[in-house]
């Protein structure tokens, strides 16, 4: 079993700057080049929504509407991690924000391909 841990969440003013990120708990399983990886997001009495994705190698990325151009995901396959650059934050952009791995490496911004969950971590934007 995939156990992912985010970590970097916290509160911010609209306009800041936050960067999210995720690793395996499990020292010697890689996601590395094996696994799709998502960033979603949750606000209470919400679905759980895309934000993010990116493919195995890196080659790919993908956002929702909301956050292009704000956004940036990043992998290092070297050090088994996941990065979210969050910037211009918006009051908006609040929620618990989830990382997943997926054994497939298209449809990355649909909830269902995602097979292993994070806790979530939780990001608040002050207006």
């Known amino acids: 079993q995939v156990q992912l841990e985010e970590s970097g969440g916290g509160l911010v003013q609209a306009g800041g700057s936050l960067r999210l990120s995720c690793a395996t708990s499990r020292r010697t399983f890689s996601i590395g080049n094996t696994y799709g990886m998502g960033w979603f997001r949750q606000t209470p009495g919400k679905e759980r929504e895309f934000v993010a994705a990116i493919s195995r190698n890196g080659g790919r990325t993908y956002y929702a509407d909301s956050v292009k151009g704000r956004f940036l995901m990043s992998r290092d396959n070297a050090k088994n991690t996941v990065d979210l650059q969050m910037n211009s934050l918006k009051p908006e952009d609040t929620g618990v924000y989830y990382c997943?791995?997926?054994?497939?490496?298209?449809?990355?911004?649909?909830?269902?391909?995602?097979?292993?969950w994070g806790q979530g971590t939780q990001v608040t934007v002050s207006s």
């Open positions: 997943a791995a997926s054994t497939f490496d298209y449809n990355l911004g649909t909830r269902s391909v995602y097979n292993y």
